[in-house]
């Protein structure tokens, strides 16, 4: 399916939820009470183009080509028909990582993993976990860096939403496909040690630089890993991660409450480019992702993060800030 009847596809499915659907029996979103789960047709569904929801994928299952970033046990318990498993180690461990000269990437055992499951690089792709959350963006943001060309999109609520409205799901282990994927990286959605670098100095920051952990670990008071030093990125904004996303729902929070957290709130601008970083480019791949939903033009997520920065020096460029109370933090949903 290509970009322009995804987007048609979806926008008809949407325009006609509600109530009637609800009641019709057999429907995703059905329930003996007759009453829709929670975030089963979401409003960033509805806005954004990178993002479809239960209602969508019911009318185009079979078209689908859908990745599960949950662990193995569960994703071995049950699946959404046609999925096949995207391991969070393969993404962590084997697709980039900053070296002493340099970004390094390693997309072989990843496109293998693509290759498995079907996936050619102009295929549209949907990624699904429990809900909506880190892993499921981080997914995202790695097959962005691989070049793939297909839309990739977050199923929003993700197997726990679908389960619970009935959706069908099954047990058995998919068949491995012959499709040959070829990866074409895209160096443009990545913040490289370097980059961040040369948009840093003893004062600030030239680009608006995100810091997506918690307040304490940006200050430095939370320390994790066995690092030379803690704190943020000189010049860079607190904003946790985890305000983006609708913990009770178990998806994103609306596109009115996104555009108040990081526009209004945290003062971005969809025409300048932004770095999100967070300790190892997890959880910063939900604000590169929120903020390319919002339309930024220019979005990197650095690789190496705070796991790469904290070993670095002063002397040689890397800035850093450290202290309670030190910087911005934007906390509209803390």
């Known amino acids: 399916m290509d970009d ?12 006609s939820a509600g109530a009637a659907l609800a009641a019709t029996a057999g429907c995703l979103g059905s329930s003996d009470g007759g009453d829709e789960p929670a975030a089963y ?37 049950s699946r959404i028909p046609g999925a096949y498993h995207f391991p969070n180690a393969e993404m962590l461990d084997s697709y980039a990582e900053e070296t002493p000269d340099g970004f390094e990437a390693s997309p072989e055992a ?28 981080y997914a995202i943001y790695t097959l962005n860096a691989l070049g793939h060309e297909g839309r990739v ?17 099954v047990s058995e282990a998919p068949e491995a496909q012959a499709a040959t994927y070829e990866a074409e990286l895209d160096t443009g959605v990545v913040a490289t040690r370097e980059f961040v670098a040369d948009n840093v100095d003893e004062d600030g920051a030239a680009v608006p630089i995100l810091d997506m952990r918690s307040p304490a670990e940006y200050w430095g008071v939370d320390e994790r890993g066995d690092l030379d030093r803690f704190g943020h ?38 025409d300048e480019p932004a770095v999100a970083y967070c300790q190892t480019a997890i959880r910063a791949s939900v604000g590169w992702f ?6 930024f033009e220019d979005v990197r997520n650095y690789e190496g993060s705070w796991a790469d920065w904290g070993t670095l020096s002063e002397d040689d460029g890397y800035y850093y800030t450290t202290g309670e109370d030190t910087g911005t933090v934007v ?3 803390a």
Request: net charge negative.
């Open 290 to 295: 929120v903020l390319n939903q919002l339309g």
């Open 153 to 169: 999109s977050l199923l929003d609520g993700g197997f726990s939403v679908w389960d619970a409205a009935g959706g069908e799901t």
């Open 4 to 15: 322009s009847s995804t987007l048609t596809s979806r926008r008809s499915v949407l325009a």
């Open 110 to 137: 990843i496109a293998w993993t693509l290759s498995e499951a079907g996936i050619e690089p102009d295929d549209d792709v949907v990624v699904y976990g429990a809900e909506s959350n880190l892993w499921e963006t």
């Open 41 to 77: 047709a979401t409003p960033a569904a509805a806005e954004f183009d990178g993002v479809v929801d239960g209602q969508w994928l019911e009318s185009n299952l079979d078209d689908a080509h859908l990745l599960d970033v949950r662990d193995e046990a569960a994703f071995g318990e």
């Open 233 to 270: 990125v000189t010049g860079a904004t607190n904003l946790n991660f985890v305000q983006s996303i609708d913990d009770e729902a178990g998806r994103l929070r609306t596109p009115e409450e996104l555009e108040t957290l990081w526009i209004d709130d945290a003062d971005l601008s969809p």
């Open 331 to 333: 906390d509209t949903f």
